[in-house]
T-cell receptor, first 118, second 115 residues
Framework: DTAVSQTPKYLVTQMGNDKSIKCEQN?????MYWYKQDSKKFLKIMFS???????INETVPNRFSPKSPDKAHLNLHINSLELGDSAVYFC?????????????????FGPGTRLTVL | AQKVTQAQTEISVVEKEDVTLDCVYE???????LFWYKQPPSGELVFLIR??????QNEISGRYSWNFQKSTSSFNFTITASQVVDSAVYFC????????????FGDGTTLTVKP
């Protein structure tokens, strides 16, 4: 069974459209994330979310919004798509552990969604 | 402000060589977390390690080891006896929060291991 899945794998759309990318994890984790990797392979975290806290990277435009219908899902909605939104978007999940817990706090990643805005 | 510097853009080694990937970070926080991730040519992202700022113990996992030195603000990653399958882009990241939600990433180091 896939631990973290994303749909679609590829998304090609026109500028100005609104689109969503879905993410689901079956690991029972309490925290999910969205990352963006641009054409130069630079990686940036966009959001992390659990049922207590949403952390938003301040550089993320408000056209991007995470929506979590339940603990196992964190979807990414993008409004008014722009050319610069073209990138690969990765979803991830983890079970967040306290500061002094030496467990690995491993994050599991989805396969990525390649978004192309024309 | 947080900053992560991976000064080595690309490294090329021959199989069985040891290789160290450097990571230097800047933060004003006393509590922070450091991460390493691997991205092989197939494109998926793989989490390798998380270390918190209060734990300077070095860690070894098979051929991988990590050296955390607060005195030099470095969290270097060494691969011993490298293999072709180690070829990938490696990212170092720094986070203020325990759940990586405020992470800043380095630009990545592309490691090529030749047979």
């Amino acid at each position: 069974d896939t631990a973290v899945s994303q749909t679609p794998k590829y998304l090609v759309t026109q500028m100005g459209n609104d689109k969503s990318i879905k993410c689901e994890q079956n690991l029972g984790h309490d925290t999910m994330y969205w990352y963006k990797q641009d054409s130069k392979k630079f990686l940036k975290i966009m959001f992390s979310y659990n049922n207590k806290e949403l952390i938003i990277n301040e550089t993320v435009p408000n056209r991007f919004s995470p929506k979590s219908p339940d603990k196992a899902h964190l979807n990414l909605h993008i409004n008014s798509l722009e050319l610069g939104d073209s990138a690969v978007y990765f979803c991830a999940s983890s079970q967040v552990r306290p500061l002094f817990d030496r467990e690995r706090n491993e994050q599991f990643f989805g396969p990525g969604t390649r978004l192309t805005v024309l | 402000a947080q900053k992560v510097t991976q000064a080595q853009t690309e490294i090329s080694v021959v199989e069985k060589e040891d290789v160290t990937l450097d990571c230097v970070y800047e933060t004003r926080d006393t509590t922070y977390y450091l991460f390493w991730y691997k991205q092989p040519p197939s494109g998926e992202l793989v989490f390798l390690i998380r270390r918190n700022s209060f734990d300077e113990q070095n860690e070894i996992s098979g051929r991988y080891s990590w050296n955390f030195q607060k005195s030099t603000s470095s969290f270097n990653f060494t691969i011993t006896a490298s293999q072709v399958v180690d070829s990938a882009v490696y990212f170092c990241a720094l986070s203020e929060g325990v759940n990586a939600g405020k992470s800043t990433f380095g630009d990545g180091t592309t490691l090529t291991v030749k047979p």
